[in-house]
Structure formats: C-alpha cells, structure tokens
C-alpha cells in the first residue's frame, strides 16, 4: 500500500521550488524597485506594480510546472519510477531555476544600459559569441563572475533540497484524477492569468508614461521568453495595432506622402519615380560614414558635451541636419534606414529577417544601374548583426570586415580603430574609378571603448571611458576628411556623416525621444552651408543624397527629399523602442503600444506632455506604424517594380 506521505512529498518539493522563485522574483523586484525609487514615485502606482508583478512571477512559475506535472498525469508509472524521469525532471528543476536566477542577477546591468528588461536584443546578441564575450570580459566581468558564481549556488541548494526518489511517483489513477489534474488546470489558469480571450502580456498592466517603470512589474525571464515568442507575429502581422488591410495602409501612404500621387507607378505598392530624367547624367560618388553610437548629447554643437571638436568645426561646411532623429536604438535598425530607406518596425531589423536575404531594395540598387561600384567597409566582424550577408545579397559588389586587414595599428574588442577602417577605405576610394558608393561604419566609439595610445588629451583620466571613446571617434574622423579633402575623389564627391543610433536609451517616457536625436552632415562641391531645422528622419537621407548625386529612376524608399519638401511642412521622424512606436511630426508625437490606445504628447525641451489626440495625427502614426509589416510581408520592398504588387 502506497503511504500518503510519499504520494504528498514530490508534489510539495516541487510546490518548494514554485514558492523559493516566486520569492526570488519578488525580492529582486523589490530591489529594482529601490534602484529606481524616483522614476517608480513619479509615475506609478507601487501597489499596482507589485500585484501586477506577482501575478506576471506567477505565470512564469505556472508555465514551468505545467510539463512536470503533465508528466506526472500521462506517463505510466514504471517510467515515472525510472531513474531516467528522475533524472530529467531533477534538470528541468535546475535549468529553470538557474535561468531565473541568472537573468535576474544580470538585469541591473543590462537595464541601466537599455533601460528594458532583457528582451529581443538580449537574444540577438547571443548570435555573436566572440564579440559579446570580449564585451563582457572587457566591460562587464565584476557583473558575469557574480551572476554565474550566484547561479551556481543556487543549482547547489537546489540538488540538496531535491530528492526525486523513483518510489515516489508511483501515483495511482485515483491520485492522478483527484490531486494531479486539479493541479495541472490550476496551473494553466495561472498560465494565463485570466479567463478573457487572450492571456496576459507585457502590455496588459503598462500603465506608466515611462517605459522603464512598465518593464518592472515583469521579470526579465519572461520577458526574454515572451521576446523570443514574439518572433512568431514577424510574418503574420500581428503586432497588437489596430489592423488595417494592406491596400489601405499603401494607399493611405500614398496620400499622406510628399511625393505627388502621379509619381506612383501603381496604388499596390510605394514603388515611385524620382529625380529628373531630363537632366543630363553626371552622377557623384556618395561617401556614407555612419558613427557608431553617435547621440547628439555628445556634440557641442547640438547642445550635447564638447567632445567633437572636429564634427564641430566642419558643421560650419556642409549642411547641417540639427533636428534629425534615428528609427531606433540598434546599429542593424540605423544601417536598415540609411541604406535601404526602410522604416522601423517592432520586429527584427530587415538585415536579419528571411524575405530581405535577397530582392529587397537597398540604394546600391539603384546606383548599380547607374554604374556605380557599391563597397561596405568595417573595421570589425562584417556577420555581425548580418551585415555583410545582407549587404552582399542586395546590391553591393564588395564587403571589407577585419578579415581583410592585412596591416593596421589597433585591434579592439569590436575590430580595428577608425583610424585603420579610414585609412582602408580611403586607399580604395583613390584607386577607384568613379562613380562609387563607400558605406564605412565605425566601431570605436563602442564599450569597451578601445582606441590606440597617444591620439587624444584624455577627456576623463581613465583610458577606456565614453567620453575618451568619443573624443577619440572624433578625432579619427577628423584626420580622414582633413586627408579626403585633399584627394582626387572630393570634388566629385557627396558625403554623409551620420550616426546609427544614441551611446543608449535614456529618458522616462514610453519611447525617449532625446535619446533618438543625433548628429547628421552632408557636404558637397557646391553645397551651400546652412542648417536644416526642420525634424528630419534616418529614412530620409537616401532620397536626399540621391537628389543631390544626380541620380533619378525608381524606387519604393518611402522618405522624402529634405531638400524639396513644402515649406510649410513641419518635418517627421519615425522612432521604435522595443514594441513601442513613435511618430513625430514638428513637436506633435503619438505613441502607438500593443493593444492600447493611442496616445499624443509635446515634444518641447527634451521632454513629453501629454496632450488631446488628434485623430489625423493617430491615423498617421497608426499608417507609418502598420507599413513596414505590409511591406516586408508582401515583399512589396523590391528593386524590381514590375514584381512589386498586392496579390
């Protein structure tokens, strides 16, 4: 006869371990709380935070129990008893307590980075082992041996509290029936958190204005968990926005858009003529330099800290972009809109998604047909973020990464030092026959912050800080233009000095404008200089350096000339962060969230207030938020505009 005892233990040791996480989570979001009293005080309700987080601790612990216990119900006793089951239910225990525990212990560094929990780019990143090792062994090595050594502790406690003897889930059906399922319907409830139609998620208790202090009621293994989910809604459209068919996201783009409707070639895709056929083709070579994580709080003149004197001093050169705004928050989310003109979308950068592997349009498409010779040159790992993948498989004759670099002065954790990359691409550009088209990103100017020796007057007296890291981009940038200017390629060359994103994410509000706003410079032969003040977008750079290249055709970029818009025309900009969507046109700013309300605000002094809605300034945002999905899910984004139509 089986003893009730041994009937009660197992289920009870695995009730332990749900109530020692819960605990777990609770706690660390106590301290979380703590670190961000002042933000938690100034914009949410504390009770709601922590019933709210309770109950998203709950879903999680229900969401790794339910198995084991399923187990328990279905499978036949003389396996239940075996030391395989076991075994293996004993690891299911350890691996998902040593992943709470881990990614908790990790969030106070990956928050006070990207002010979110760890989500998409948390498993993005762990595409690129060698790179993020050498990140965290050179920034982040205190915050790794803790949380390792902590989880390690924690598997230790666990093998000590758990013991799974085979005898003890000898279960009769009766037991099964009366004890197990009631507890595995239990369980799925909890799963849930909710009767209604769909379960709970991230946005289901967002209540704050500030992002950071919605991402605190999580815990950051279901929101890595949810993240990873999430990848599934890339190709079916579901992205928790009112939905709209994709004839009429087009066709409504097409209205609100600054190119004429007659320059459309059809009403099923964005696909349009620009430039002027009539003119006599005399293209210029376009140079792109994106600066790695070059925010506006970092050039004196926009306001930010005097640490590019160089970007400074040529600003007074060129025209001066002194209201752009980047689509995002990632290099492959900036590269995607400068290159491609594409806008930002809550899923995965282009770069890296399946449709856009080839067939999708970049401007070395257009400028191809032009006869250009289109180079990408890195100075670091070119499959990062799958860039050089991409950038091959869509118009691009020739990809440099560190693989390439025979020679160079400095080797760092991201590649070699923007010196070598300038010095690299700049020996290309004087053996190249003209036209060209030079894509060179930056790498420096990233944590760990690795430059060469004797370059700078160190700005702070520590060597690898932010401050020296720019200081240093600044000064690698300002030897190439001083050495370019004196080449046989500047005259007949157009240049854009742009960064892909800000350093990181700061600000308390549902998307941080202040930290989208960066720096952007174009100077040409004959460009008069002058600042553009207007908002300007990432996506519209590509139109603009095409215009003034001289180069026409078509193409289904969706930015607009910044040179030829009305002048009554406030400006745009597009910005995401993380499921959050921000349109932005002059000072007026609506936020579009999964499966709420829209809702508007003033941008004025780098801060958000709320205001009434306006229901075209909603329709608009709610048009730019749904059209990249229709774009990419359509495949209507292609070089080819005869292949470019709804079905």
């Known amino acids: 006869m089986i003893k009730s005892d041994s009937l009660i233990r197992p289920i009870a040791q695995l009730a332990w371990l749900a109530i020692s996480i819960l605990v777990f989570l609770g706690l660390s979001r106590v301290g979380l709380v703590i670190w961000q009293w002042d933000r938690v005080m100034n914009s949410g309700d504390l009770v709601h935070l922590f019933v709210s987080g309770l109950r998203m601790d709950i879903v999680l612990v229900c969401q790794i129990m339910l198995l084991p216990i399923l187990a328990l119900i279905l499978l036949p006793t003389r396996l239940l008893c075996s030391r395989l089951f076991t075994g293996l239910i004993l690891l299911w225990c350890i691996v998902w307590s040593s992943i709470v525990v881990f990614m908790e212990l990790i969030t106070p560094a990956y928050m006070g980075f990207f002010e979110t929990r760890p989500g998409r780019i948390f498993f993005e990143y762990l595409d690129h082992p060698q790179e993020v090792s050498s990140l965290i062994y050179g920034a982040y090595l205190p915050t ?18 758990l013991r799974f003897g085979g005898d003890r889930f000898e279960f009769p059906v009766s037991y099964r029936f009366v004890v197990l399922i009631p507890v595995f319907l239990m369980l799925s409830l909890g799963a849930r958190s909710t009767l209604g139609h769909r379960p709970v998620n ?16 999580l815990n950051s293994t279901y929101s890595l968990l949810y993240s ?7 190709d079916s459209g579901d992205s928790g926005l009112p939905a709209m068919e994709p004839e009429e996201v087009i066709r409504s783009f097409q209205r609100i858009s600054t190119v004429p409707m007659v320059d459309y070639l059809n009403q099923q895709s964005t696909h349009h003529q620009f430039g002027d056929n009539s003119k006599p083709s005399s293209p210029k070579n376009i140079v792109i330099i994106v600066e790695e994580s070059l925010g506006a709080r970092f050039v004196g003149s926009l306001g930010g800290l005097p640490l590019t004197p160089n970007l400074d001093a040529w600003s007074n050169k060129g ?11 990632r290099s492959a989310r900036g590269l995607e809109a400068i290159v491609s003109g594409f ?21 070395a498409h257009t400028l191809a047909e032009h006869g250009y010779s289109n180079y990408f040159v890195y100075g670091g790992e070119g499959h990062f973020d799958n860039m050089k993948g991409f950038f091959l498989s869509n118009g691009f004759d020739t990809a440099i990464d560190i693989n390439d670099y025979d020679e160079f002065e400095f080797k760092g954790t991201w590649g070699v030092s923007d010196e070598d990359l300038f010095n690299r691409a700049h020996s290309i550009m004087l053996e190249e026959q003209p036209p060209f088209f030079t894509l060179i990103f930056t790498s420096s100017f990233h944590s760990p912050y690795e430059f060469p020796d004797g370059k700078i007057e160190l700005v702070d007296e520590e060597k690898n800080t932010k401050h020296n890291g720019v200081k ?8 190439y233009l001083e050495k370019a200017s004196q080449s046989k390629y500047w005259k007949d060359s157009i240049f854009l000095i742009v960064a892909d994103h800000d350093e990181r994410p700061r600000g308390r509000s549902l998307v941080p404008i202040e930290s989208y706003h ?7 032969d004959g460009l008069t200089p002058r600042h553009f003040d207007k908002v300007a977008s990432h996506i519209d750079l590509l139109p603009t350096l095409l215009f003034l290249a001289n180069v026409s055709g078509t193409a289904p970029f969706v930015g607009h000339n910044l040179l030829s818009i009305p002048p009554d025309h406030h400006g745009r900009a ?16 609506v936020i579009h969230q999964p499966d709420r309300a829209a809702e508007q605000y003033l941008y004025a002094s780098k801060t958000l207030t709320p205001t009434t809605l306006q229901q075209d300034m909603a329709r608009k945002a709610l048009i730019w938020a749904s059209l990249p999905g229709v774009l990419y899910r359509e495949e209507l984004y292609t070089p080819n505009s005869g292949a470019a139509q709804l079905p």
């Open 518 to 524: 960066i720096p952007g410079l174009i100077i040409a």
């Open 574 to 589: 597009i910005m995401q962060f993380g499921k959050n969507h921000a349109y932005m046109e002059g000072e007026n700013v």
């Open 202 to 217: 991230p946005s289901t208790f967002a209540k704050s204005k500030d992002q950071l202090v919605n991402e605190l009621f």
């Open 144 to 161: 790794a041996i803790i949380g390792l050594g902590l989880t390690a502790i924690t598997t230790l406690l666990i093998l000590k509290k």
């Open 319 to 329: 025209l001066w972009l002194t209201n752009l705004y980047a689509t995002g928050i």
């Open 472 to 479: 240093y981009a600044d000064y690698a940038l300002g030897q």
């Open 343 to 363: 806008p930002p979308s809550s899923s995965r950068s282009v770069l890296k998604l399946g449709k856009s592997q080839g067939n999708f349009y970049t401007m």
């Open 228 to 234: 990873i989910y999430s990848l599934r809604h890339e």
